[in-house]
């Protein structure tokens, strides 16, 4: 049975090879990702993990579709994919010296349209960052399209002093869900 990947993510690509599994095709879902009014951060990465999903699925038929969403939460405020450096700079001041919330949703359809979901929430506490940090890490160009504005697996690990959850969650792909649902469909995994 065919694996599809619903995700144009690097990331995911690499954290699924960890659980021995490549997908036969990848295939993004290209929705819009905008929160609805008043929604909390949890429900919104729950909902955009399963509309992902269900957009890729009637281009697939019988195969099984994976897809996932991450959020990275300042308490019931969701913060952005930083497509600018402004945006990027407001989210790591924002979440400089306190700590924040990552959740990581996937969904998995199987061959029979049978949809799967799973969350992972972590709590991630950064240091307090000084302006030459934030500075620096604008340069490096590594928030651009980041939820929250930094990536976990690069230079903003060092920012990190307090983990609680799921690495991996919040990289992009929970691995421990994903694993869980992966095997409830029956794919193999070493």
Known sequence: MSLILASASPRRLELLARLGVVPDAVDPAHIDETPDKSELPAPHAARMAAEKAAVVAPRHQGAIILSADTVVAAGRRIL?????EG?????LELLSGRRHRVHSAVTL????????HRLSTSIVAFKRLSTAEIDAYLASGEWHGKAGGYAI?????????????SHSGV??????????????AGIGLG
């Open 87 to 91: 945006q990027a700079r407001a989210c």
């Open 153 to 165: 697996q690069g230079r903003a690990e060092s920012f990190v002093r307090f983990l609680s959850g």
């Open 80 to 84: 952005p994919k930083a497509e600018e």
């Open 109 to 116: 359809i199987d061959g029979a349209g049978q949809a799967r």
């Open 171 to 184: 990289v992009g792909l929970p691995l421990f869900e994903t694993r869980a649902l992966l095997e409830a």
